[in-house]
């Protein structure tokens, strides 16, 4: 069974940073695409940045020049490195994966992790 875990996150000042981490496990055979979304009290999910297989990575606008996510395909592993935070990015942060495993192709969220900009 496909999980994904997130780890990192935490209560940070504003202009501090912050990385957050992301590890796919189960019986996976490819991944097709990646990213991060954050959703804040009351608002919905939003992206906040995306990778595809091929490496091509998007960001919300917000968070461009800010944040930065990356992959390690050896351990099936996400990053998302976030600098100069402010209080507007405190939100619980979801990892997502759309992959193929065993249990043939899905989309994959992880628990969530709390992320909070002090002003």
């Known amino acids: 069974q496909v999980q994904l875990v997130e780890s990192g996150g935490g209560l940070v000042q504003a202009g501090g940073s912050l990385r957050l981490s992301c590890v796919a496990s189960?019986?996976?055979?490819?991944?097709?695409?990646i990213g991060w979304y954050r959703q804040a009290p009351g608002k919905q999910r939003e992206l906040v940045a995306g990778?595809?297989?091929?490496?091509?990575?998007n960001y919300g606008d917000s968070v461009k020049g800010r944040f930065t996510i990356s992959r390690d395909r050896a351990l099936n592993t996400m990053y998302l490195q976030m600098s100069s935070l402010k209080p507007e990015d405190t939100a619980v942060y979801y990892c997502?994966?759309?992959?193929?495993?065993?249990?043939?192709?899905?989309?994959?969220w992880g628990q969530g992790t709390q992320v909070t900009g002090s002003s």
């Open positions: 990778i595809t297989r091929a490496g091509y990575t």
């Open positions: 189960g019986s996976i055979f490819s991944i097709h695409a």
């Open positions: 997502n994966a759309r992959l193929y495993s065993a249990d043939g192709p899905d989309n994959y």
